[in-house]
């Protein structure tokens, strides 16, 4: 924790960045994004296993990228989260300087996309035991229930989109669920309006989710959307070898196509 | 196929559900799969869990507790 | 009409809620929902939560649900025919156990929707309902209704309170006709109340800043870079303003299938960046720090000047549910330390 701190300082005082994206403590010893602009201030960083919110949507978020040039404690999906949006375009190479830790706990600096995507090599990537056992249970479901559980559980949605708005992936500036010409998903948070947003939801981020669960932790009527979003990574890891957020450079995979790919991958 | 998958882990009824690459030059295919698509549904009937939260009439029932 | 006091026993609890629910009256009460407490209906005490703070999402859905048909349409040869929604489909609501900050909230909305236009709809859906409040006899650090002009017996808002004491019985303040109206079901299970010094059973809500403190200041930083600081980390999401128990905006959306259509109030959030977009493309409110500076100001400054309220009861939802940690009190406390 202390070499965060250190490497935070320096580089505001070298000036080789000038907003440091990290976490710190809240009053009621929660754990919260902090924003570290001056050296001094580098002192409120911590690094615990509290530290689960996925920084990287704060790269680009405007007043943010106000301050200048951006420095971010890097956990393993902030680090996936960043290959992911380099690869659809959205950061440049060289642009963020990411500070992350070895396996063996050291503080290292990470300033390119290969540095990057060396690192989380080190990482496993894959769903857990755990995760891989959630799916089992629903998917051991007859049809009748499963639509029976989903409805439960999406009925509890009130569309505060605070799902869409914590996750790094979901920086269209017009959301499909807000388009009205023609209206595509309807703006009620009814059941009907529920199923098609949560659907439509998952489906953009198929083959792009990095599994960082902010948005299940997001939601404030806990529903389980990261089910929806493991199902998605384990089918996709299944028909097409293809895991979101290992490199920079990987094309989109529902969106490319190979010579050796098989017709029925349409049905 | 991943949208498929993704609608039968979320409880639609795949039966219900085809899709497939039919080139302008494909007339036949184009044929058989309408009508055995259209055969499929028939048989299964009108899709009753679904117009259960679809209609106009269910978006008006009254709203109580989370 | 002036407080009668009495005295409900905890096994006449259950019988009033047996006599309400043949009444054909739905009793709305915290339940346990998973790790959260949430109104439902119940048919019996023991569905009741006991042990919880407030529940996750308030008690305006009740007069304010998250998406009303406001009515129907029809387009026919001879033109539009429409049926409004009718005051007669409005359930009878009791509501068993909504904590004093909420009773409140209630009129706090209600003032806004009495404003320049009385929205019928919501006060004919609070017209059918009872409200019964329990105080508060435990807080958290996230409650602050003794720095939003409440406290943890606050009667205001309600119908009737209710008073845990240390034998699991209930006093009772009977506190409107409405409330009169309720306790008449079944008379006999009000009974002559002991003396009661209710303080005794309230919780200490530490008091932070003094209301009007906050209101005065509040007017005087628009201008100020707090809020940037402040809400660097707010993602603009909408789940402070829906559990929050004042906050009443609102789009409306048409629903249509064939020649029939439906017209829906749903719940909007001046967090939400298209919340004040122009067909224009210009957006006033054009990043988060403005659209912060909107939630604290609406509540804070315009309300009271424009309502004579403040749009906030101090019950602290907004802070539990906020995904990256935004604490409206802690907020608060800066804005009055204000030199
Ligand atoms: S969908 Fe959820 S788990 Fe996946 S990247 Fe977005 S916030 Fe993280
Ligand atoms: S965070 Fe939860 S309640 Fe909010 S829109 Fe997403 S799923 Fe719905
Ligand atoms: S603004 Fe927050 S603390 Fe105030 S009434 Fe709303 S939810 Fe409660
Ligand atoms: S304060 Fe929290 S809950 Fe409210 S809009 Fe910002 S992030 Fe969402």
């Known amino acids: 924790m202390l070499e965060i701190k250190q490497k935070a300082r320096e580089l505001l005082e070298s000036g080789k960045a000038q907003v440091v994206i990290g976490y710190g403590k809240g009053p009621n010893n929660t754990t919260r994004a902090i924003f570290v602009r001056k050296p001094e201030d580098a002192d ?5 296993d509290t530290c689960v919110q996925n920084l990287a949507l704060y790269i680009y978020k405007h007043e943010v990228r106000h301050f200048g040039k951006e420095a971010v404690v890097a956990t393993l999906p902030v680090l996936r989260s960043l290959l992911q949006l380099a690869s659809e375009n959205q950061v440049k190479d060289n642009e963020i300087i990411a500070i992350a830790i070895t396996p063996d706990n050291k503080v290292v600096e990470l300033d390119s996309f290969a540095a990057i995507e060396e690192h989380v090599r080190l990482f496993n ?57 023609p209206q595509w998903i309807p703006v009620a948070a009814h059941q009907h309006g529920n199923i098609e947003w949560h659907i439509m939801r998952a489906m953009h981020l198929a ?15 806990d529903i389980p959307l990261n089910l929806l979003t493991y199902n998605l990574i384990e089918e996709l890891n299944n028909e097409f070898k293809y895991t979101a957020g290992l490199s920079a450079s990987q094309t989109y995979v529902l969106s490319t196509w190979k010579l050796e790919d098989k017709e029925t991958f349409i049905r | 196929m991943v949208f498929r998958h993704l ?16 080139s302008a030059a494909e007339g036949a295919k184009w044929a058989d799969i309408v009508n055995s698509t259209s055969e499929t549904i028939k048989k299964l009937g009108p899709y009753d869990s679904y117009h259960a939260v679809a209609g106009l009439k269910e978006k008006e029932a009254e709203y109580v507790g989370n | ?45 023991d569905q009741m939560a006991d042990d919880y703070i407030v529940t996750n999402q308030s008690v305006k859905s009740v007069a304010f649900p998250k998406f009303e048909k406001l009515f129907s349409y029809e387009v026919t040869k001879e033109g539009i025919t429409q049926a409004d929604t009718g005051y007669s489909t409005f359930p009878e609501f009791v509501i068993l156990g909504a904590r004093p900050c909420d009773a409140n909230a209630l009129g706090s909305i209600g003032a806004i929707f009495n404003w320049d236009y009385h929205d019928k709809l919501y006060f004919d859906r609070l017209e059918k309902t009872t409200m019964i409040s329990t105080s508060c006899s435990k807080c958290d650090d ?55 010094d209710k303080s005794k059973y309230l919780a200490e809500v530490p008091v932070k800043f003094k209301v009007d403190e906050a209101v005065a200041k509040v007017k005087t930083v628009f201008e100020n870079e707090l809020w940037l600081d402040q809400s660097l980390r707010c993602i603009g999401c909408g789940a402070c303003a829906f559990v929050c128990p004042t906050c009443a905006c609102f789009d409306i959306q048409d629903e249509t299938k064939g020649k029939n259509g439906i017209r829906l109030r749903c719940w909007d959030s001046c967090g939400l960046s298209l919340f004040t977009l122009h067909t224009s493309g210009h957006n006033p409110r054009e990043v988060q720090s403005q659209r912060w500076r909107q939630r604290i100001m609406h509540k804070f400054a315009y309300m009271p000047e424009r309502q004579n309220v403040t749009g906030c009861v101090g019950c602290g939802r907004c802070s539990r549910a906020c995904p990256v940690d935004m604490n409206i009190m802690e907020h608060l406390i800066n804005i009055v330390e204000v030199k």
Request: hydrophobic content about 35%; overall charge positive; glycine content about 8%.
């Open chain 1, 207 to 221: 083959g792009r989710c990095i599994n960082c669960g902010d948005c299940a932790r997001a939601c404030p009527v």
């Open chain 3, 1 to 45: 009409m002036d407080t009668e006091n009495k005295l409900l026993k905890k096994a006449s609890l259950q019988k009033l809620i047996e006599k309400l629910n043949a009444d054909g009256k739905k009793i709305l009460a915290p339940v346990i929902k998973g790790k959260r407490v949430e109104f439902g209906l119940i048919t019996s005490s």
């Open chain 3, 142 to 196: 996230y409650c602050f209704c003794t720095s939003a002009g409440g406290h943890p017996g606050s009667t205001k808002g309600s119908d009737i309170q209710l008073t845990r004491l240390e034998t699991g019985d209930y006093f009772a303040e009977i506190l409107t006709e409405k409330g009169k109206k309720l306790t008449s079901v079944s008379p006999d299970l009000f009974e002559t109340a002991p003396s009661v």
């Open chain 1, 44 to 48: 409120k960083l911590v690094l615990d």
């Open chain 1, 125 to 181: 990537t894959g769903l857990t035991e755990d995760e891989k056992d959630l799916l089992k249970k629903i998917n051991a479901m007859g049809l009748e229930e499963r639509w029976a559980f989903w409805n439960k559980e999406f009925s509890k949605c009130i569309k505060c989109y605070a799902c869409r708005q914590s996750c790094p992936m979901c920086y269209c500036p017009r959301c499909a669920a807000e388009v009205n010409q």
């Open chain 2, 7 to 22: 609608l039968g882990f979320s409880g639609v009824d795949l039966r219900r559900i085809t899709f497939s690459w039919v």
